[in-house]
């Protein structure tokens, strides 16, 4: 029985989670985790590179090697299990899934920032402690994004909910508003 991408990141991803907690090591996990998805994000054909049939095995070993040199034991471990099955391809969703595992677990929600301009890091701080707070939560970890169309403001999307306090959505209120009158 062949398995998808999906069906793939959920056993790969779970087992490792489950792994990595039962050895008290969660944290050094996913510090691996965080650098190979930036691996996997600057090389967006890696993984399916390290499957092709194309590359030879020495070829394919040489760039594992490479890969997961500076990775704790038990990542190198599973990375070796992953890389023997020829599952490689299937890496940025075995990672995503440990991510949604590990943040559930820590109670950290992720979310995203669009704004016109790059944030400081001092308004990005402030966005972070009132999402937390908005959300009753511990921890909010978010990605920037930069959007000029929405011309000032910000949107913020996590949990599941979007909070917009674009200016661009504000003027289109205004608009609609005017044209009521």
């Known amino acids: 029985m062949k398995l998808n991408k999906n069906s793939i990141a959920l ?5 490792i989670f489950e ?9 050094e996990v996913q510090e691996d985790f965080l650098a190979l998805k930036q691996i996997f994000e600057e090389n ?22 490479e890969l997961k040199k500076d990775a704790h034991p038990l990542t190198q471990n599973f990375l070796s299990v992953v890389f023997e099955s ?13 991510f949604t595992r590990y943040n559930k ?5 992720t979310g995203v920032v669009t704004s016109a301009v790059p944030l400081s890091a001092a308004q990005k701080a402030q966005i972070t402690v009132g999402l937390a707070k908005r959300l009753k939560i511990g921890r909010v970890t978010l990605t920037e994004k930069i959007d000029e169309t929405i011309v000032g403001g910000v949107i913020v999307e996590a949990n ?5 306090g674009s200016i661009r959505t504000q003027l289109m209120k205004l608009k609609n508003l005017l044209k009521q009158v």
């Open 11 to 15: 056993r790969y991803g779970k087992a």
């Open 105 to 109: 677990e820590k109670g950290i929600v």
């Open 160 to 164: 599941g909910q979007i909070i917009d």
């Open 86 to 98: 020829n599952l490689m391809f299937a890496m940025p969703l075995i990672l995503e899934n440990f």
């Open 44 to 65: 967006e054909t890696l993984g399916e590179a390290l499957s092709d049939i194309r590359l030879t095995y020495k070829q394919k070993q040489t760039i594992f090697q």
């Open 19 to 27: 792994l990595a907690e039962e050895d008290e090591l969660l944290n």
